[in-house]
């Protein structure tokens, strides 16, 4: 007959005494507590009057920029008298800028955008003209998606050459991580007003769809009358290779019999081959 085991009880671990283990929570709240005490005091700064200026000081020391007349905080936007950019010939200059963005949305992966307005842009560029690229870039995606609610530029100036001007751009902007997408709702140059809407994919053969429609006046030689007119325009493709179309008509009923000009066009552009402009089509 089997007898029951009467052997001793394996041996226990130890267990960790217990004051070891109250230390050990102690530590863990305390850098918990400290962690959220510099986590709370960065976003009261970011809040407060100066941090933007702060902020740009900070961004200055790792880029060509220079900021003065800045107002605001970090977290809620605020203004910069005059924004200044400039590397490599390229210089850019804001005056009378105004921001205004949501901080949390970097949690997301997406800037957000509410409000960039700009009272006036001026663009020089002076690099020199380097040998034309063989194609178009193999990609234009950003690191993270970005949404520009409202982007406001009273003036555009680009010093050329050529030299252009452009007034009064409204328009939104999105980038969501596969394609830019902008909404062009208004945009004056020499005496005409446009609008329009662009697609590109970010990767891959960067296919574009674009529009643009707009009304202009125009001189009749040797008369004072201004004829009004309509346009239109789009183009669809890849960038390497794009099929674009326009049409130029009158937009109200001509003043006099016979004063009705048309015209339209279609061509094939690609902008990295020996020709840009394989084939075009214009009558009249």
């Known amino acids: 007959m089997a007898t029951p085991d009467s052997s001793p009880p394996a041996p226990q671990p130890p267990r960790a005494p217990r004051r070891w283990r109250t230390a050990l ?33 900070w961004a200055a020391r790792s880029q060509p920029l ?12 605020g203004r910069v008298e005059t924004l200044a950019w400039q590397q490599d010939g390229l210089q850019l200059v804001a005056s ?5 963005w949501q901080p949390l949305s970097l949690l997301s992966g997406t800037l957000k955008l509410e409000r960039l307005a700009v009272a006036s842009l001026r663009v020089d560029d002076q690099r020199p003209r380097a040998k034309a690229a063989a194609g178009p870039p193999a990609s234009v995606a950003l690191p993270f998606r970005i949404t520009l609610d409202e982007l ?21 902007f999105e980038f969501d991580g596969v394609r830019h997408n902008i909404e062009l709702a208004n945009a004056q140059v020499a005496g005409g007003r446009y609008s329009g809407r662009a697609t590109l ?19 009749v030689p040797g008369s ?20 674009a179309r326009g049409e130029l008509k009158l ?5 006099r019999p016979g004063a009705t000009p048309q015209a339209s066009a279609t061509a094939r552009i690609t902008p990295w081959a020996a020709q840009p402009l394989p084939q075009a089509d214009a009558p009249f």
């Open 25 to 57: 929570a102690a530590v863990v709240g305390a850098f918990l507590l400290v962690l959220l005490s510099g986590l709370g005091a960065l976003w009261w700064w970011s809040g407060s009057e100066g941090s933007l200026a702060t902020a740009l000081r």
């Open 66 to 77: 220079t900021a003065e007349g800045v107002t605001g905080s970090l977290r809620a936007g």
């Open 96 to 100: 009378g800028v105004h921001l205004v």
């Open 152 to 172: 406001a530029i009273d003036r555009l100036q680009w010093l050329g050459p050529p030299a252009l001007e452009v007034s009064a751009i409204r328009a939104r």
């Open 201 to 219: 994919l970010a990767t891959g053969a960067l296919t574009l769809d674009a529009a643009l429609s707009g009304v202009l006046e125009a001189a």
């Open 224 to 243: 004072s009358t201004r004829l009004p007119l309509a346009f239109e325009a789009a183009a669809q493709g890849p960038l390497a290779e794009l099929q």
């Open 251 to 255: 937009s109200a009923a001509p003043a």
